[in-house]
T-cell receptor, first 111, second 113 residues
């Protein structure tokens, strides 16, 4: 049962523009949502998170939006940089002890 | 702080053999997680420890899989009688007591021939 879905396997964006990565989930009981970035041959690196009681969290170039009624999460990166090229995973925390990850979106930022 | 470390980084084994992986979390991180990741997929939850207690276990963790964290510090994941379907990247992550962000290790890539 895939409770967290990232329906876009890849995204290509021009440097300086906005990157928008999307994530949908099915379980309304998730407590917390997180975004991770992964480079080849490395483990995922935490980027930004949001509690289920909030609808926006911002950290520098990264902003996460949560739409609970739509069960939808998005990550905005502005402005996008070539170093942002990586695979991005969204994750959801259930019962404060179990994480569900999406299948990832590969972002390519073109110079 | 050197981050989460995993050993070995790569393991090739023959079907039917047992393998054991080790994870050393960031010191003072009381929460530790194991995941399995296959190509094109996100990390798949296997198990969760808070200190030495195993509090959550996925149905994916069949009776051939066992994990321990005996003193609440490092953890081991053992796979008995390996099968070709066990070939994957095994990731370990740890979290501090006051937050839910996870710090991942580089993973152990298992190949079962």
């Amino acid at each position: 049962d895939q409770q967290v879905k990232q329906n876009s396997p890849s995204l290509s964006v021009q440097e300086g523009r906005i990157s928008i990565l999307n994530c949908d989930y099915t379980n309304s009981m998730f407590d917390y949502f997180l975004w991770y970035k992964k480079y080849p041959a490395e483990g995922p690196t935490f980027l930004i998170s949001i509690s289920s009681i909030k609808d926006k969290n911002e950290d520098g170039r990264f902003t996460v939006f949560l739409n609970k009624s739509a069960k939808h999460l998005s990550l905005h990166i502005v402005p996008s940089q070539p170093g942002d090229s990586a695979v991005y995973f969204c994750a959801a925390l259930y019962n404060f002890n179990k994480f569900y990850f999406g299948s990832g979106t590969k972002l390519n930022v073109k110079p | 702080d050197t981050g989460v470390s995993q050993d070995p980084r790569h393991k090739i084994t023959k079907r039917g053999q047992n393998v054991t992986f080790r994870c050393d979390p960031i010191s003072e991180h009381n929460r530790l997680y194991w995941y399995r990741q296959t190509l094109g997929q996100g990390p798949e939850f296997l198990t969760y420890f808070q200190n030495e207690a195993q509090l959550e276990k996925s149905r994916l963790l069949s009776d051939r899989f066992s994990a321990e964290r005996p003193k609440g510090s490092f953890s081991t994941l053992e796979i008995q009688r390996t099968e070709q379907g066990d070939s994957a990247m095994y990731l370990c992550a740890s979290s501090p007591p006051t937050d839910y962000e996870q710090y991942f290790g580089p993973g152990t890539r298992l190949t079962v021939t």
